[in-house]
């Protein structure tokens, strides 16, 4: 899944991953950069405990989006725009 960044630096949550993730406006994340990689871990108060439909729903959104990357070229981010992607 590819998401924009915008001017200010913010990304979007795609609505599928926080509705699975029981995510809501004011949740909070601590951040890490790892290698190249930005990593997002959701913080909560009590720790929450996935049930396993919670789980199979998680590993089946994994398995949806594998492969569905797009490589960020001038033609993909013109295509964002116009909202064509």
Known sequence: ???LMTAKNQ?????R???TLG???GSLFNVEVVRNRIEL???EVREK??????YRRI??????????QAKVSKKFITGLK????
Do not use: N, S, V, Y
Request: aromatic content about 2%; some cysteine.
């Open 17 to 19: 991953i926080a509705q």
């Open 49 to 54: 405990e996935f049930t396993d439909e919670e």
């Open 11 to 15: 990304i979007t949550i795609p609505k």
């Open 82 to 85: 116009r909202g064509k992607i």
């Open 23 to 25: 995510l809501a406006k």
């Open 59 to 68: 590993d089946g959104l994994c398995i949806k989006e594998k492969g569905r």
């Open 41 to 43: 871990i959701p913080l």
């Open 1 to 3: 899944m590819t998401i």
